[in-house]
Each structure stands twice: as C-alpha cells, then as structure tokens.
C-alpha cells in the first residue's frame, strides 16, 4: 500500500502560520490532483482545499483567504500554506493524491493545534 508523506503539522498559537507538505513517497509519481481534509476532535471530515490536474483550487469557506493549495514543478509535492491560524483549525489534517491514472493515495495524517 502507497501512503502519501505528509508533514508540516505542529502547535502554534492564533494567528500563525504553518506549511503542511504531502509527498508522493520517494517520488513514485506525479500528482495530478490533490485534496487535504481535516477532522477535529468531535467533528466530521471537512474538505478544506482542493487543486485539480489544471492547477484550479478551490477552498472551503473557513479556509478561504487564509489557506493556500499548491503543488511544486515536479509534481510530487503538494502543499497547503495555512496562514492567520484559528483554534477552531485545529485538527488532523491528511491529503488524498491522484495520479494520472486517478488512483488515490492518502496518508496518515498530521496533527495541527492551534492555541495560546
């Protein structure tokens, strides 16, 4: 099985910032779509950011103007700049990769705490 390598998750406090990464483990292909979810403690499984094979994202509404989805050139990294954090983004987050072929990959996930 094919998990994706995600890290960039930590503790922080309002207002900062983190990277969370989402790599295709020792570059075994290219993502042509990725999404991240998160799932808080005692939430359901929100879909927080998505980026299709054109490079279009879309966000939800919490995330809007403070999240930012991205892959590199390669293609095997994919990225989610979360700025301006909230506690209420705290969570689990975890992406879910597709390559060319549309197969899914996910990973584990990385905890992200947000709080003073």
């Known amino acids: 099985q094919v998990l994706m390598v995600e890290s960039g998750g930590g503790s922080v406090e309002p207002g900062e910032s983190l990277r969370l990464s989402c790599a295709a483990p020792?570059?075994?292909?290219?993502?042509?779509?990725v999404e991240w979810y998160r799932e808080g403690s005692g939430k359901e499984r929100e879909l927080v950011a998505g980026i299709d094979s054109d490079g279009r994202a879309n966000y939800a509404e919490s995330a809007k103007g403070r999240f930012t989805i991205s892959r590199d050139v390669t293609r095997t990294t994919a990225y989610l700049q979360m700025n301006n954090l909230k506690p209420d983004d705290t969570a689990k987050y975890s992406c879910?990769?597709?390559?060319?072929?549309?197969?899914?990959?996910w990973g584990l996930g990385t905890q992200v705490t947000v709080s003073f």
């Open positions: 879910i990769a597709r390559d060319k072929g549309l197969r899914a990959y």
């Open positions: 020792e570059n075994m292909f290219t993502i042509e779509s």
